[in-house]
């Protein structure tokens, strides 16, 4: 089924049901992973996915086709994960680049976590990025999304969003270089 | 250029990231579940609305009477006040006729009923003084009161060398103005003629 047919589901109240069923089906995988990116704890991401799929059958019938629905929903997921992680730091009132141990202590206890030292140390890099750095980040290297489709869902130019990601990488790159040569 | 080096390439496409078994199969069924279990809890609260309607109408209404309340009361001891400001401000001529109006606007009963509640705060002197006593009505109370209650011990070894014929008016002669104003000033005498 394509997206045109789901949304023209899920725009009809009496088949929204069906719709959304079919959209849960093709999208909920990589939704997931997307935000699993985000967040990394496997226990945070699936959380968070749920909420994200109660938020999109709630936002169907206000859904406008101006936008890709792929766009819309990775909009929904991104935002999202953006508003968990500064909601958990928040709790926990303290900030991750100035917590690297306690960061990897977790990540080793995490049994959905497998890397070696030099993984968790990446994880972290990318954990530590500002929020939209980290967003571009993941959406360019992990969901391989085109510049163009990232700035339909993040309302961001392309010109800003290539600038965002050069940074993220290169912060990426001299953070894991400097860790890696210490040891 | 892209930033990515080879090394750093490598870390990133060597997936550390698992999911448990069938979580994936179960994922659907998981948000399925978590959604009807969101459209339970909204249609309870939607029905239950109408009783948290009529709790803010129920609580609307007591702050409005307690407002009310207070208001009112407000009002009056302003008002008190602004009297009480006027009396000050009134010759004793302009008093005595304000306080006659306002006694004369009074039935009988409310006079009783005042004084059966007030009298022991009031001075004698004053009652026999005052220009709206009935003199010779009081002076027949205190006489029957003397005859029928047991007097204070020096008003009584006055009384009792007393031919037991007196009449009332001797009676009040015998007995020694101090003596006797003392006796009337004792508040009890005037519960006990019913004033």
């Known amino acids: 089924m394509t997206d045109k047919e789901i949304v023209q589901l899920c725009l009809n109240a009496t088949t929204r049901e069906q719709g959304y069923k079919q959209l849960v089906a093709m999208y909920s995988k990589k939704l997931y992973w997307h935000i699993r990116r985000m967040v990394t704890s496997h226990d945070d991401a699936n959380d968070v996915v749920q909420n994200c799929f109660i938020k999109i059958w709630k936002g169907l019938p206000n859904y406008r086709e101006e936008s890709k629905l792929y766009t819309w929903l990775y909009r929904i997921a991104s935002n999202e994960a953006i508003t968990f992680i500064n909601e958990k730091y928040r709790r926990s009132s303290i900030a991750i680049d100035n917590d690297v141990e306690n960061y990897t202590a977790n990540l080793k206890s995490d049994p959905w976590f497998d890397g070696d030292e030099t993984q968790m140390q990446l994880q972290y890099a990318i954990d530590s990025l500002p929020d939209k750095q980290k967003q571009v980040f993941v959406m360019r290297y992990y969901d391989e999304m085109k510049y163009e489709e990232m700035e339909a869902v993040l309302g961001t130019s392309t010109g800003a969003l290539k600038a965002s990601y050069h940074h993220a990488a290169k912060k990426i790159e001299t953070y894991l270089k400097a860790t890696l040569n210490r040891e | ?195």
């Not at chain 2, 009297?83 to 009074?106: C, H, N, P, R, W």
């Open chain 2, 1 to 195: 250029m892209n930033p990515i080096d080879n090394k750093l390439k490598s870390q990133l496409n060597n997936d550390t990231m698992r999911v448990p078994e069938g979580y994936f199969e179960s994922l659907e069924q998981d948000i399925f579940n978590k959604l009807a279990n969101e459209q339970i809890v909204e249609k309870t609260l939607e029905k239950k609305s109408p009783i948290v309607k009529r709790l803010f109408m129920l609580t609307a209404v007591a702050a409005a009477i307690t407002i009310a309340f207070f208001g009112i009361n407000w009002l009056v001891e302003s008002n008190a006040h602004s009297i009480g400001v006027e009396f000050a401000k009134m010759s004793d001529a302009e008093l005595d006729t304000y306080m006659t109006e306002q006694i004369a606007s009074l039935s009988i009963d409310d006079l009783y009923g005042y004084l059966n509640q007030n009298v022991n705060q009031l001075n004698t002197e004053i009652l026999f003084n005052s220009t709206y006593a009935d003199a010779q009505q009081i002076d027949k109370s205190i006489t029957d009161e003397l005859h029928e209650q047991v007097l204070d011990a020096d008003v009584l070894n006055e009384v009792v060398a007393a031919p037991s014929t007196v009449n009332d008016e001797k009676l009040l002669e015998i007995i020694d103005d101090e003596l006797l104003q003392e006796y009337l000033n004792d508040a009890t005498l005037f519960e006990n003629l019913g004033l």
